[in-house]
């Protein structure tokens, strides 16, 4: 069942994916930015504020979503930014349509182990498609049996851990929440695989 409750918080991991965007901020000037999962939008305001050209997306099935994502523009003065329904795993005629992009950011989308597979096929997809782009993505360890790397292996894509403490995101203010659950975030960025595996 599809909550569309999802994308109504600020999670801890888009405050921290919204720390790292801000720590290469110089970098980010006429980048081209799609948010998978965008909800509230959080990383993919900051990056439009940054001087990125932004896509925020969520799921073409949770219109509340969508709706929060264009008030997430509104408010911070970002009329402008394209909100698009983009499901992840279901190529449609907005993934076929995708302008080219840079970075592919996506936070706390890796919640729910079904969703893990659909989510990496639709990043596989993209990044064929702009194959210098990468993913960068936060997630919070839930539990020590969710794993993704098989996934990885199998759609030939690689990760690179970033740790928090490299981008000053490893403050308990900064991803603190009075959320229920566990805390602990990590960081990584995928791109595909060269064909030696690396």
């Known amino acids: 069942v599809l909550d569309s ?4 918080f600020v999670w801890p991991c888009a405050v921290v994916l919204a720390q790292y965007l801000w720590a290469r901020r110089r970098s ?4 081209r930015v799609l948010e ?3 909800g509230v939008s959080l990383p993919g305001v900051v990056a439009a504020k940054c001087g990125a050209e932004v896509t ?3 799921s073409e099935e949770l219109p509340q979503c969508l709706r929060n994502c264009r008030r997430s523009c509104l408010v911070n003065d970002l009329p402008h930014v394209p909100v698009i329904g983009l499901t992840w795993g279901r190529v449609s005629p907005e993934l076929l349509s995708l302008a080219p992009v840079d970075i592919i950011l996506g936070s706390d989308v890796f919640f729910d182990p079904k969703d893990f597979e659909d989510i990496l096929t639709t990043v596989y997809f993209l990044l064929e498609k702009n194959p210098h782009a990468q993913f960068w993505t936060t997630y919070q360890v ?5 794993s993704i790397e098989a996934l990885l292996c199998k759609w030939k894509l690689k990760n690179t851990h970033i740790p928090l403490q490299s981008f000053s995101a490893d403050k308990e203010h ?9 805390h602990t975030i ?3 960025i995928i791109s595909l695989a060269r064909s030696d595996g690396t």
């Open 5 to 8: 409750r999802y994308g109504m």
């Open 142 to 146: 839930r539990s020590a049996d969710w």
């Open 36 to 38: 998978i999962g965008a």
């Open 174 to 182: 900064l991803a603190s929440s009075s959320l229920p659950g566990r």
């Open 56 to 58: 925020l997306s969520d």
């Open 28 to 31: 980010l000037p006429g980048k």
């Open 186 to 188: 990590e960081m990584m």
